[in-house]
């Protein structure tokens, strides 16, 4: 058997850089890059072996500089999404904060169901000292270390104690991150002594390997079930999620809607899975969906999830879905989403099962919902574009201040700032959100002319998502404009890869929306009784409350000195003028308006159905009286599917 000696961090680099995914006869790195931060617990193992594995354009492992390890993994997160889950990036970090800091964007990369390798150092496998710098010490267990926080948000972990365990844990790790069932974050925990422990490696474990992505295909039986299910459904609806954009199944969603004239709604994973302007589109569903889609979903007798999990969002808290008859067929990769909602569960990729599916359904005589059903949702779907018009107009500042958002000196709502860059853009650019009121907005508004445009992370809704997103995201689709859009919250959660981006020349484009505050959870702490406490962004009054004046802080000052170009925008002319700037910029550039404040309307409609956030039982002040009595008249809606 001919070998190689290497370090395990050596062999660790060589391998990762030989590992290839395969779909459609389409071949991928499976790993194409590794970010990285060092410290004393991986500068010397896997750091010197991405330096012996060669720094320049041919090297065998690509490496990003960042400067947080929870961006990091956004980034990896933002790469694997864009790449349809094909390809992928690493993060390597040294033991102790840096490792734990892994843990908010690995919960994120499972929870979202995507690819990511994470490398974090380790103590010592063979404890010269104990403890060490930056070691947890565990009375009770010997072998635990803060890594472990790692375990419950991996879908796969090892920690690699001897150089030939690297062999299997390695190979382990591929399968679960190519494998479109199992993916998520996968941890190889890596003690900082074993890293630099030589060992002689068999040149098979590091020649190249292809994990084959198989689009496995829907059991005849059960296909044929789903068809009769189908063709006993008066009012049908699709609910599309993240499954058909991993599974490039959007023009077989299209086949299946134009041959059967369902109408598709979309989770926010799955939102542009059929461009807004498609007649069978009736855009977002859910709490924060279209009046279009809740209502049909009301009154649907069978609902077809495709790639869904089926979250609290989507089903409203399980108030939406309100015909006693209503059954469910789910279409899902994954055998634990497949069987939700008591659903016929066909486990399958979701290509392939839309593919038989309409092939069985367009036998012989066809089937197609009625004209009256057709016509119904084509006229609501005509009056929502007429208020998402409204939302977006330049004149319609939907709070304080209202009058001509156009005129010098009046600020523009969030829908007013949604609606110039809607009027912007094209099907090239790609827009990235995750937390605060964005996402509610983009889902109700936003007119997804691409696949691949409406990236909004709303698994996790993890705040900082948005500007490392961008940065991975950007590594994925060369050339195409990005754009991130951030609140003065998440900008402040996390800015810092404004300086990854500024370093390695990558032109994503940062709107920062200044509305002094926590203006999502505002408006739902003022529905739930809390009266928008701890949510401004505010000095402290004499009474002690955070009433008093804004805080002086200047974000663009401050993204400006990471060295991002700002525009600043004050009215709406302004801020078309500034947009339009940054798109063709062709280095980091960010656009910063300040929007009507957090307690004053974003301008959007309200929301079409409901979501389930426990109100206090038993409370003195009004507010609280008042929203429990509201709740306990919502929550008689809740039902099980069974």
Request: aromatic share 6%.
């Amino acid at each position: 058997m001919t070998t190689r000696r290497l370090t395990v961090a050596q062999a660790l680099v060589a391998f990762l850089g030989r590992q290839y995914t395969e779909r459609d006869g389409r071949r991928h790195r499976l790993i194409a890059a590794t970010w990285g931060i060092f410290g004393h617990g991986n500068v010397a193992g896997i750091g010197q072996a991405l330096v012996e594995s060669g720094t320049g354009p041919g090297a065998v492992m690509p490496y990003y500089q960042g400067r947080n390890e929870q961006a990091m993994v956004h980034a990896a997160a933002g790469y694997a999404r864009q790449s349809r889950r094909l390809s992928a990036q690493a993060v390597t970090t040294s033991i102790g904060p840096g490792a734990t800091n892994l843990v908010t964007g690995a919960a994120l990369a499972t929870v979202n169901r995507l690819p990511v390798l994470l490398l974090p150092g380790d103590v010592f496998a063979t404890r010269p000292a104990d403890p060490v710098l930056q070691q947890l010490e565990v009375p009770y267990a010997g072998d635990v270390s803060v890594n472990d926080a790692l375990r419950p948000v991996s879908r796969y972990f090892d920690r690699i104690t001897r150089p030939e365990a690297l062999i299997p844990a390695a190979l382990a790790a591929m399968r679960v991150l190519a494998d479109p069932a199992e993916t998520g974050a996968v941890t190889l925990a890596l003690p900082q002594d074993v890293q630099a422990e030589a060992y002689d490696w068999p040149e098979e474990f590091l020649a190249d390997r292809v994990w084959r992505v198989p689009r496995i295909r829907p059991d005849r039986a059960v296909l044929d079930g789903a068809a009769h299910g189908v063709t006993a459904a008066r009012r049908p609806l699709i609910v599309a999620g993240g499954g058909v954009r991993h599974a490039e199944a959007e023009h077989a969603l299209r086949r299946l809607a134009e041959a059967t004239g369902i109408p598709v709604a979309a989770t926010q994973a799955g939102k542009g899975a059929l461009p807004y302007d498609h007649p069978r589109d009736i855009g977002g569903i859910g709490h924060t969906g279209t009046a279009t889609a809740d209502e049909l979903a009301r009154t649907a007798d069978l609902v077809i999830g495709v790639g869904t999990r089926w979250s609290d969002f989507t089903t409203a808290s399980s108030t939406l879905f309100q015909n006693p008859a209503v059954r469910f067929l789910n279409i899902n990769v994954t055998s634990f989403d497949a069987h939700k909602m008591a659903g016929l569960s066909v486990v399958a990729d979701a290509r392939a099962a839309l593919d038989e599916l309409t092939d069985a359904l367009t036998a012989g005589g066809g089937y197609r919902v009625s004209e009256a059903y057709e016509r119904e949702y084509g006229a609501a779907k005509e009056r929502w574009e007429r208020l998402v018009d409204q939302a977006y107009a330049p004149g319609n500042s939907g709070g304080a201040g209202s009058g001509d958002s156009g005129a010098d000196g009046v600020r523009p709502t969030q829908t007013q700032v949604l609606g110039a860059l809607d009027a912007l853009v094209t099907g090239d650019d790609i827009v990235i959100n995750a937390a605060g009121s964005l996402p509610g907005d983009l889902h109700k508004l936003w007119r997804a002319r691409s696949t691949d445009q409406y990236h909004v992370e709303y698994g996790y809704s993890c705040m900082g998502y948005e500007i490392p997103a961008a940065i991975g995201v950007a590594l994925a689709a060369p050339g195409r404009p990005v754009w991130a859009l951030v609140g003065d919250g998440t900008y402040l959660m996390n800015p810092t890869e404004i300086v990854t981006a500024v370093q390695e020349n990558i032109p994503i484009k940062v709107v920062i929306l200044q509305n002094h505050g926590y203006a999502s959870i505002g408006g739902l702490s003022e529905s739930v009784g809390a009266e928008r406490f701890g949510t401004a962004y505010r000095l402290r009054a004499g009474d002690g409350s955070y009433t008093g004046g804004p805080l002086p802080v200047d974000l663009a000052a401050n993204a400006a000195s990471l060295g991002l170009r700002v525009i600043r925008a004050r009215t709406v002319r302004d801020l078309q003028e500034a947009l339009a700037e940054a798109r063709w910029s062709d280095v980091p550039t960010g656009v910063y308006v300040e929007t009507e404040t957090a307690d004053t309307l974003s301008g959007a409609p309200p929301a079409q159905a409901w979501w389930d956030v426990p109100v206090a039982e038993t409370a003195n002040r009004p507010s609280a009286i008042k929203a429990r009595e509201e709740y306990e008249r919502q929550i008689t809606a809740r039902r099980r599917h069974l």
